[in-house]
C-alpha cells in the first residue's frame, strides 16, 4: 500500500517518545514565554505591528510574485539597505526565510569540484543547504578553528568555504567566529555564517556576533540572518560583498524561483531595525536576562549550559523525561523549548528557555521556580 511504511514510522516514534504535535497558541496565552525567540520583545511591539500594518496596506497582502518578477517593491529594498548599513555590510539579500536564505548561501557559493568545511553542531539548514550543494561536504567537530585547518590542508585546490552559526540554536555557545575566519584566510578559502541568533543580542547595539568579532564588511565573509528572531517578524536576509550579492540574485535557486517576502513582514522587520537603533540597550538585556536565568538555574542545581547570546539549555534526563518536563511547566504557566533527538546533534535532550530582553525580575524569578519545581 503506498505510504503503508508511514505507519511503521509513527510507531517507531512512539515507542522511542519522540512524536511532535503541533500546539495551536491563543492570541491572548496567558503562559509566560521563554519558548519563542522573540529575544527583544519586538513582536507585538506597537511600532512593528503598525509597521506591518502599514506595509499591507500600502503594498497589499502578498509580494505577488518572485523576487525578480514582481515580488521587489521599494520597501524590500530599503530593508535591505538598512540591514546592510546596521551590520556593517556592503550590501543585502531578502528572501523569504532565514532557511531559504542559508539554503541559497551555501548552494550558491559552493558549485561543482568545491570543498564545505560544515561544524558538527550547525542547524539544519545549513545541513541541508551542504546537501544540495554541488561541492564536497567535510563535517568537522564542533567550534575547532585547527578541525577547520586540517580539512583545508586536505583539501587540493579549488574554492573552498567553511560554513557555521554563529551561536549555536541547541546550547547557545557562540562559535569562535575571529579564528575561524583566520583558519579560513590562511588557505583563501570563504567563510559563511549563520547569525540568525546573534543578530540583535550580539555586537554594538545587537549588530550581530560578526560585528563583534571584527568581520563586518570583510570580502571573504558571508552572513545569513533572520527577521523573525530578534526582529520579531518573519523572514532572511543574506549579507556580504556586492559582487556576492549580485551572485545570488543570478545564481540562488531558493531567491530566482520563490515569492519574495510578504510586505507586511518587510514592514515589521523594519519597524523593528528602525526602533533597536533608536534603544540599543535591549541587546544587553537580553544577555543580562540569558546570565541571571543561567545563574539562578545552577544555583538550584540544575545542569544548565552558560549562555553566549540569549540562549539557556537545561539538560533532561532523557527524551521522554524532556516532554514531561516541558508539559509540566505548562501546566503551571511557562512555555518552554524541548529538545530532543534529532534535533540535537549530541543525542542528549534538554529543556530550550529562551531571554527576552523585557522580561522583569518578577518573570525570571517565576521561570526558575517553575522549571525547578517540575523537574523529573
Known sequence: MAFGWIDEQARLRRSAGLVRTLRPRPADSPLLDLASNDYLGLARHPEVTEGAARAARTWGAGATGSRLVTGTTELHAELER?????CGFEAALVFSSGYAANLAAVTALAPHGSLIVSDAGNHASL????????????????????????ALDTWDGGTAVAVSDTVFSVDGDAAPLAALAQACREYGAGLVVDDAHG???LGDGGRGAPHAAGLAGAEDVV?????SKSLGSQGGAVLGPARVIDHLVNAARTFIFDTGLAPAAAGAALAALTLLRREPERAARARAVAGELHARLTAAGLEAVRPDAAVVSV???SPEGAVRWAADCRSAGLAVGCFRPP??????????????????????ERAVRVIGETRP
Do not use: M, N
Not at 343 to 364: K, M, W
Open 343 to 364: 534535533s540535537v546533534p549530541d543525542g542528549i535532550s534538554r529543556l530550550r528557555l529562551t531571554a527576552r530582553a523585557d522580561l522583569g525580575e518578577g518573570q525570571i
Open 315 to 317: 539538560r533532561a534526563p
Open 223 to 227: 552572513v545569513t540572518v533572520t527577521l
Open 127 to 150: 545541513i541541508d543547504g551542504c546537501r544540495l550543494a554541488r561541492g564536497t561536504t567535510q563535517v568537522v567537530a564542533h567550534a575547532d578553528p585547527d578541525a577547520v585547518r586540517k
Open 199 to 201: 543578530l540583535g543580542v
Open 82 to 86: 538598512e540591514l546592510a548599513d546596521f
